[in-house]
């Protein structure tokens, strides 16, 4: 035993920068080293394959400390360490009873707050049973249209402990005063009540394509509810920047961050000009991001959002205090798949972790199922249980930031902060969210972003597990919740009809009579009374405005199309498309190919048909008139293709083939193949989405 303190580094020199890139290129082999080491994002910032404390200071660190400016590492001092992260779920299904009972069981189970999602018809300001709401009511949320369907939603749920956070779209207000009518029909104190109203009128528009009431006159009603909430409510937030429906039609990361300091400072500007202070207009908002399964995208992505909103918060006068940005993650919809969804419990998972260790207050992990429909209780179970894992097994919340430091998460957050302000810029520059927004210059912006990103879905560069890499064409379909959408309208219709009874008529009409600042009371003293949500929304009337919505897009949407086209053909035919792989030579020189065949050609729901190792022309085109194909594909090395592709190419052909590929880069062979019969080659880098669809188009499975 020895008191003697190693230093296992000094008897080593200590390479440059210099000699190290030296090595790398002897490595590389005369390969460039910035196309083979460098790493462009779709946010335009190049990543470097090595970060050292050349990249960020190390004797004096401006990240700071939790709880203080900039709040890059937290918006508290002790971040998650006492009680982990708000483990939040969004719920959905149509029937409030059911709802009821899924919610009562998830509480049990770990969920620690909700996020109740409104119908389409309750976001349009119609009650389920009316005229026009025959093909909204249940759908994409719960039937919500009094306090009553509240009540029955949240009956058993205690309020002075579980937050509830409300997304209602364009009819904010009339959720919130449904939710405050509820608090006083249980007796719940002004004090003890918990949660976020979530008003955000120019996410709606984004998201829906219509407001009730022209944009200023939604933003004075945002901003009215503000105040009441500031003044009534000391545990809720009135406001939200929610920028899920931007990354949903295909933003960048950056872009994202841009647009959610855009919307902040409308909604501070609102707020102060009705009569708020900046500080009590910070605190009403509540932000909202999406997270990929990019890991260090999206810790750089938290941390960079409360970097920007706290210099924002800075220019506009807030205290310090103040500028803490309350956040809320949610694993990003557009990662989510339809094909092979068990592949979204570890996309979810990775997106936890990452907002975890991001340092988000709340985070939402969306059921693996979620993009098929109302989730089940395995996708609820498995979403609510990761964060357990995380938390309590994976231990992640013990160490506040624990990326802070890193050398490259430092330099990747601050690269996003700079970008993202660029993005901010822009929008002010242009005139502001709100222009941008109607004038569809950023919808434009966002189109040309998911351009981008298609391309390289469509060419592999930007895997996608199970859809585009590794398909399992004959994988059993993942079952999500059957609902009984006829039986919740029944059920729903008989709700409203027992609450219009109490005749609320003489609240509503002075709601209608209310002046602006005055709105949220009498809303929610109306809602109190049995007022309906449409009831509600006639009454705080307006013009409606409307804009074309963002789409909503995923990374395998196209793939997952072309799937559904082939499955559709099978059963309309009883034929599984299909494609003859011709296997030249013995495994170990055709295996390679093949297998990269099959995985590219079953993305589209092509069948590969897989044959032995082929010596002669003649074999190898009985076995493809056997195998009822049209198509084909030459599999070998470059050697045997040398050897035999032009026979068999021949043979192929005259067998019926009706078109010919060749797995591989043909070089400078390519005019000797085409001139054989090879109709197109498949490689690395090649346009996957377009070679398949071209196919299916030519088997008659889609139109050409």
Same mark, same amino acid.
């Given at each position: 035993?020895?008191?003697?303190?190693?230093?296992?580094?000094?008897?080593?020199?200590?390479?440059?920068?210099?000699?190290?890139?030296?090595?790398?290129?002897?490595?590389?082999?005369?390969?460039?080293?910035?196309?083979?080491?460098?790493?462009?994002?779709?946010?335009?910032?190049?990543?470097?394959?090595?970060?050292?404390?050349?990249?960020?200071?190390?004797?004096?660190?401006?990240?700071?400390?939790?709880?203080?400016?900039?709040?890059?590492?937290?918006?508290?001092?002790?971040?998650?360490?006492?009680?982990?992260?708000?483990?939040?779920?969004?719920?959905?299904?149509?029937?409030?009873?059911?709802?009821?009972?899924?919610?009562?069981?998830?509480?049990?189970?770990?969920?620690?707050?909700?996020?109740?999602?409104?119908?389409?018809?309750?976001?349009?300001?119609?009650?389920?049973?009316?005229?026009?709401?025959?093909?909204?009511?249940?759908?994409?949320?719960?039937?919500?249209?009094?306090?009553?369907?509240?009540?029955?939603?949240?009956?058993?749920?205690?309020?002075?402990?579980?937050?509830?956070?409300?997304?209602?779209?364009?009819?904010?207000?009339?959720?919130?005063?449904?939710?405050?009518?509820?608090w006083r029909r249980r007796g719940v104190g002004a004090g003890d009540a918990k949660g976020a109203f979530n008003a955000?009128?120019?996410?709606?528009?984004?998201?829906?394509?219509?407001?009730?009431?022209?944009?200023?006159?939604?933003?004075?009603?945002?901003?009215?509810?503000?105040?009441?909430?500031?003044?009534?409510?000391?545990?809720?937030?009135?406001?939200?920047?929610?920028?899920?429906?931007?990354?949903?039609?295909?933003?960048?990361?950056?872009?994202?961050?841009g647009i959610l300091l855009a919307t902040a400072v409308a909604y501070l500007k609102a707020m102060t000009a009705a009569?708020?202070?900046?500080?009590?207009?910070?605190?009403?908002?509540?932000?909202?991001?999406?997270?990929?399964?990019?890991?260090?995208?999206?810790?750089?992505?938290?941390?960079?959002?409360?970097?920007?909103?706290?210099?924002?918060?800075?220019?506009?006068?807030?205290?310090?205090?103040?500028?803490?940005?309350?956040?809320?993650?949610?694993?990003?919809?557009?990662?989510?798949?339809?094909?092979?969804?068990?592949?979204?419990?570890?996309?979810?998972?990775?997106?936890?972790?990452?907002?975890?260790?991001?340092?988000?207050?709340?985070?939402?992990?969306?059921?693996?199922?979620?993009?098929?429909?109302?989730?089940?209780?395995?996708?609820?179970?498995?979403?609510?249980?990761?964060?357990?894992?995380?938390?309590?097994?994976?231990?992640?919340?013990?160490?506040?930031?624990?990326?802070?430091?890193?050398?490259?998460?430092?330099?990747?957050?601050?690269?996003?902060?700079?970008?993202?302000?660029?993005?901010?810029?822009?929008?002010?520059?242009?005139?502001?969210?709100?222009?941008?927004?109607?004038?569809?210059?950023?919808?434009?912006?966002?189109?040309?972003?998911?351009?981008?990103?298609?391309?390289?879905?469509?060419?592999?560069?930007?895997?996608?597990?199970?859809?585009?890499?590794?398909?399992?064409? &004959?994988?059993?379909?993942?079952?999500?919740?059957?609902?009984?959408?006829?039986?919740?309208?029944?059920?729903?219709?008989?709700?409203?009809?027992?609450?219009?009874?109490?005749?609320?008529?003489?609240?509503?009409?002075?709601?209608?009579?209310?002046?602006?600042?005055?709105?949220?009371?009498?809303?929610?003293?109306?809602?109190?009374?049995?007022?309906?949500?449409?009831?509600?929304?006639?009454?705080?009337? &307006?013009?409606?405005?409307?804009?074309?919505?963002?789409?909503?897009?995923?990374?395998?949407?196209?793939?997952?199309?072309?799937?559904?086209?082939?499955?559709? =053909?099978?059963?309309?035919?009883?034929?599984?498309?299909?494609?003859?792989?011709?296997?030249?030579?013995?495994?170990?020189?055709?295996?390679?190919?093949?297998?990269?065949?099959?995985?590219?050609?079953?993305?589209?729901?092509?069948?590969?048909?897989p044959s032995e190792g082929f010596t002669d022309a003649a074999a190898c085109a009985d076995a493809f008139k056997a195998?009822?194909?049209?198509?084909?594909?030459?599999?070998?090395?470059?050697?045997?293709?040398?050897?035999?592709?032009?026979?068999?190419?021949?043979?192929?052909?005259?067998?019926?083939?009706?078109?010919?590929?060749?797995?591989?880069?043909?070089?400078?062979?390519?005019?000797? =193949?085409?001139?054989?019969?090879?109709?197109?080659?498949?490689?690395?880098?090649?346009?996957?989405?377009?070679?398949?669809?071209?196919?299916?188009?030519?088997?008659?499975?889609?139109?050409?």
């Amino acid at each position: 035993m020895t008191d003697q303190q190693l230093n296992f580094t000094q008897e080593f020199k200590k390479p440059t920068p210099e000699e190290w890139k030296a090595e790398v290129e002897r490595a590389l082999k005369g390969a460039p080293f910035d196309k083979k080491m460098l790493t462009r994002t779709y946010e335009g910032i190049t990543l470097r394959p090595l970060y050292t404390s050349h990249d960020w200071p190390s004797a004096w660190d401006p990240s700071g400390f939790p709880g203080a400016m900039p709040f890059t590492r937290g918006g508290t001092a002790a971040g998650s360490r006492l009680n982990d992260w708000d483990v939040r779920q969004v719920y959905s299904h149509p029937c409030p009873v059911k709802g009821n009972a899924t919610i009562l069981h998830e509480l049990n189970c770990g969920v620690r707050s909700l996020m109740l999602k409104f119908d389409q018809a309750a976001q349009a300001g119609l009650d389920g049973d009316a005229p026009g709401a025959a093909e909204l009511a249940g759908a994409g949320g719960i039937m919500l249209y009094s306090v009553d369907d509240l009540d029955r939603l949240l009956t058993d749920v205690d309020l002075r402990l579980v937050p509830i956070s409300l997304a209602a779209g364009g009819q904010s207000l009339a959720a919130a005063a449904l939710l405050a009518a509820l608090w006083r029909r249980r007796g719940v104190g002004a004090g003890d009540a918990k949660g976020a109203f979530n008003a955000d009128p120019l996410g709606a528009l984004a998201a829906g394509g219509s407001l009730p009431a022209s944009l200023a006159d939604a933003l004075a009603q945002m901003a009215a509810l503000a105040r009441y909430t500031q003044a009534t409510y000391a545990q809720v937030s009135a406001v939200g920047v929610n920028t899920t429906a931007y990354h949903d039609a295909g933003a960048t990361e950056t872009q994202d961050l841009g647009i959610l300091l855009a919307t902040a400072v409308a909604y501070l500007k609102a707020m102060t000009a009705a009569g708020l202070t900046v500080d009590q207009a910070c605190r009403q908002i509540a932000f909202t991001v999406a997270v990929p399964c990019d890991q260090f995208l999206g810790i750089a992505k938290l941390r960079a959002a409360r970097k920007l909103w706290a210099r924002v918060a800075e220019a506009c006068g807030a205290s310090e205090p103040a500028r803490a940005m309350r956040l809320t993650a949610v694993s990003a919809s557009r990662m989510m798949t339809t094909r092979d969804a068990w592949v979204n419990m570890l996309r979810t998972t990775v997106a936890c972790f990452a907002a975890a260790v991001g340092g988000a207050d709340a985070v939402v992990v969306q059921p693996f199922n979620a993009a098929l429909g109302v989730p089940d209780e395995l996708g609820l179970r498995v979403a609510r249980n990761t964060h357990i894992v995380l938390a309590e097994e994976s231990n992640i919340a013990k160490v506040i930031d624990p990326a802070g430091g890193s050398w490259y998460v430092e330099s990747r957050t601050d690269e996003m902060a700079r970008a993202a302000w660029n993005e901010f810029q822009g929008i002010e520059k242009a005139g502001g969210i709100a222009q941008v927004l109607t004038d569809g210059t950023l919808a434009a912006a966002i189109a040309k972003a998911w351009s981008e990103r298609e391309a390289g879905v469509a060419k592999r560069r930007d895997p996608v597990t199970g859809v585009s890499e590794f398909p399992n064409i &004959g994988e059993a379909p993942v079952a999500t919740e059957e609902v009984d959408v006829a039986a919740a309208k029944a059920a729903a219709g008989e709700r409203l009809r027992a609450t219009r009874a109490k005749n609320a008529g003489p609240k509503v009409e002075a709601l209608a009579k209310a002046g602006a600042a005055e709105r949220p009371a009498a809303a929610v003293v109306a809602a109190e009374a049995g007022a309906t949500i449409a009831q509600m929304a006639q009454a705080l009337g &307006g013009t409606p405005v409307k804009l074309t919505a963002l789409p909503q897009h995923r990374y395998g949407e196209a793939f997952e199309a072309l799937r559904a086209a082939s499955d559709a =053909y099978r059963a309309r035919t009883g034929v599984q498309p299909s494609i003859f792989l011709a296997n030249l030579g013995a495994i170990a020189q055709h295996t390679a190919r093949a297998t990269f065949a099959k995985n590219l050609f079953e993305t589209a729901g092509i069948a590969a048909l897989p044959s032995e190792g082929f010596t002669d022309a003649a074999a190898c085109a009985d076995a493809f008139k056997a195998s009822g194909a049209r198509v084909a594909i030459l599999c070998s090395a470059d050697p045997i293709y040398e050897q035999m592709a032009t026979a068999v190419a021949g043979a192929l052909k005259g067998a019926g083939c009706e078109y010919l590929f060749l797995a591989g880069q043909p070089g400078d062979k390519r005019d000797l =193949y085409t001139g054989a019969g090879i109709d197109d080659f498949i490689f690395m880098g090649a346009d996957v989405l377009k070679i398949t669809g071209s196919i299916l188009a030519r088997l008659g499975v889609i139109a050409r």
